[in-house]
């Protein structure tokens, strides 16, 4: 079943705002991950965050996690049109696999 | 000097074919996957295999058959196809299992007609 559900399913936000996106889960976790998918072309990982960390920073990028809600949230500032992507939250819980949720499709309009 | 590479790009048969999807990673990564992703952009995991052992094998029907040859290359052949099997697949590499980052390919989108 799918694990993290990503809020909202889309954003659409002019050049130079914030984005924030949100990553809720169901179980316990190892790690939650950041995914970004540009149209047509494959994952590529943001950020990684341990269930032991409350933040996390890297670049523009800002992370935070929550295991006592069971969430997460992707905090893009400064936001450039090269943003323009899908974002994938992905969990570990110890099965040795990541369970991906549906992604935030974010648009970043000039 | 592509890190996870897989062919072909887009694959478009017809319903009953059998097909192949090919992938290998120079990262010299011991873990390989693959993964549906549907129209709704929802990814699944299939498969993945560490040093060509089997260590995952989600609810997937038998139609689909990985094969890893060594560790840096993992195929997947599907027989039968299905309309239903259109989709995009993505094969993704990390260093061992579990909690580290993957690397994903830029996935291969098939069409079944």
């Known amino acids: 079943s799918q694990q993290g559900e990503e809020d909202p399913q889309a954003l659409s936000i002019q050049e130079g705002e914030n984005a924030t996106m949100n990553c809720s889960y169901k179980?316990?976790?190892?790690?939650l991950q950041w995914y970004r998918q540009n149209s047509g072309r494959g994952l590529v990982h943001l950020i990684l965050i341990r269930s032991n960390e409350r933040e996390k920073h890297s670049g523009r990028l800002r992370v935070t996690l929550d295991t006592s809600k069971k969430s997460s949230s992707l905090l893009i500032t400064a936001s450039r049109a090269a943003d323009t992507a899908s974002y994938f939250c992905a969990t570990e819980g110890g099965a040795q696999k990541l369970v991906f949720g549906q992604g935030t499709r974010l648009t970043i309009n000039p | 000097d592509t890190a996870v590479s897989q062919t072909p790009k887009y694959l478009v048969t017809q319903m009953g074919n059998d097909k192949s999807i090919k992938c290998e990673q120079n990262?010299?990564?011991?873990?390989m996957y693959w993964y549906k992703q549907d129209s709704k952009k929802f990814l699944k995991i299939m498969f993945s295999?560490?040093?060509?052992?089997?260590?995952i094998n989600e609810t997937v029907p038998n139609r689909f058959s990985p094969k890893s040859p060594d560790k840096a290359h993992l195929n997947l052949h599907i027989n039968s196809l299905e309309l239903g099997d259109s989709a995009v697949y993505f094969c993704?590499?990390?260093?061992?299992?579990?909690?580290?980052?993957?690397?994903f390919g830029p996935g291969t989108r098939l069409l079944v007609l």
């Open positions: 179980t316990s976790i190892n790690n």
């Open positions: 295999y560490n040093n060509k052992e089997l260590i």
């Open positions: 993704a590499s990390s260093p061992r299992t579990g909690e580290e980052t993957q690397y």
């Open positions: 990262l010299g990564h011991d873990t």
